[in-house]
Structure formats: structure tokens, C-alpha cells
């Protein structure tokens, strides 16, 4: 069936270091993909996205690079910051508009 | 803040038990998602709301069920409660449906089954 799956469930990174957190989807006909970032007791909170007509995406400190060949999605934060330190998630949305979530990856930030 | 509040925050109920958890959506958001996500692992979706109609409903049994208001609050109601119920239970506000319309989540509301 159709997924989204993370590599790495933990991801630890010196403060100041670039972080890459990796994503693979399977439903090659998926052209619309999310990042989140959910912190310990809150909901989660959009990061960037990404539609598949493009190979990459930059925002502030973030940039998502999507692989269709590979059905592959990467999130790179520039230097990681205490507050980064979050479990995150990559997500598409389906031909009907609802969000598949993969498992999720926890980013620690090492000081 | 995304402006999306849900309550309670936590919820402690026996099993076979029936729960009603609430959502209000961020102002001018008439479309609203609710999801189940189980300690570890990513959310599942649940179903959706468009308009005050269901619009949309992920694997869960007719126990799961839900409601939005004319004012596009939530709610969701879960049925004879069972063990594997316990979770964090989001809800997520967006305006209309497009692909590439942002959604926002509330805090979300832990529920535990005992």
C-alpha cells in the first residue's frame, strides 16, 4: 500500500552542525509533501513543503530536497540549534487531500 | 499559537467507556482533520470535516465518530473504549481543501484507557 517512512528513528547532532533527516516514500504518483517538526506535548508544527515539480525548496535555517527518481525527501537544517530539538516528520498528501504520515525521526541536539 | 485549541488536555477513561473530545478551529477555517497518534509513531488519520460534512475517513471502526458545528468546531466521540484507544488524539484547522492548503494542530488531547 501506499507509505511514508523515515530512515533513522534518532538523530543526534553537535550544536552548531548542519542535520539531514531523511525520508522514503512509495506512491510514486504522490506531488505534494510536508515537513514537521512536533516538540514534546505540543501538536505538530509545519516546517516546509515541497510540490513535486520541484527537485528543492528553501526557507529560513531549512531546505527540503525531493528525489522522485528514488522516491527519496531530505529535510537539512543549518546550524542546529538547542531548539531544534523535536521529533520530525515528513508527510504527503493523498488524491484526496489527507496527510500520510510517516514514523517520525528524533532530532537531539548535543550541546 | 496556531489559534486551534483542544480540550480536554488529558483524559483518563476505563475501558468500554464512551469519550467526546473538542476542537476549535483557528477563525475563518471551515475544514477540520482529526487524527490518532500512538506513543512512537506518526499520526493516522481519522477523518475529516469539510462544511459540517464528512469529507473523507482513514482505517478506524464506526465507534470513531465526529461532528462539526456551524462554526466549524469539532468534536470527536469514541465509543466502547478499548486499551489500544490510548493515545494523543489531533486535530488539525485548514481553509478549504486544496493539495497544498497548510493545516494547523492543536496541542492535542492524551487520552489513557485503563
Known amino acids: 500500500g501506499e507509505s511514508v517512512g523515515l530512515h533513522l528513528p534518532t538523530l543526534s547532532v553537535q550544536e552548531g552542525d548542519n542535520s539531514i533527516i531523511n525520508c522514503a516514500y512509495s506512491?510514486?504518483?504522490?506531488?505534494?509533501f510536508i515537513w514537521y517538526k512536533q516538540e514534546s506535548g505540543k501538536g505538530p508544527q509545519f516546517i516546509i513543503d515541497?510540490?513535486?515539480n520541484m527537485d528543492k525548496r528553501q526557507g529560513q535555517r531549512v531546505t527540503v530536497l525531493l528525489n522522485k527518481t528514488v522516491k527519496h525527501l531530505s529535510l537539512q537544517i543549518a546550524a542546529t540549534q538547542p531548539g531544534d530539538s523535536a521529533v520530525y516528520f515528513c508527510a504527503e498528501k493523498d488524491s484526496n487531500y489527507q496527510l500520510i504520515w510517516g514514523a517520525g525521526t528524533k532530532l537531539i541536539i548535543k550541546p | 499559537e496556531t489559534g486551534v485549541t483542544q480540550s480536554p488536555t488529558h483524559l483518563i477513561k476505563t475501558r468500554g467507556q464512551q469519550v467526546t473530545l473538542r476542537c476549535s478551529s483557528q477563525?475563518?477555517?471551515?475544514?477540520v482533520s482529526w487524527y490518532q497518534q500512538a506513543l512512537g509513531q506518526g499520526p493516522q488519520f481519522i477523518f475529516q470535516?469539510?462544511?459540517?460534512?464528512?469529507?473523507g475517513r482513514g482505517n478506524f471502526p464506526p465507534r470513531f465518530s465526529g461532528l462539526q458545528f456551524p462554526n466549524y468546531s469539532s468534536e470527536l466521540n469514541v465509543n466502547a473504549l478499548e486499551l489500544d484507544d490510548s493515545a494523543l488524539y489531533l486535530c488539525?484547522?485548514?481553509?478549504?481543501?486544496?493539495?497544498?492548503?497548510?493545516?494547523?494542530f492543536g496541542q492535542g488531547t492524551r487520552l489513557t484507557v485503563v
Open positions: 470535516y469539510y462544511r459540517e460534512e464528512e469529507n
Open positions: 515541497i510540490r513535486s
Open positions: 506512491n510514486s504518483a504522490s506531488d505534494y
Open positions: 488539525a484547522s485548514s481553509l478549504g481543501l486544496g493539495q497544498s492548503t497548510e493545516a494547523f
Open positions: 477563525s475563518g477555517h471551515n475544514t
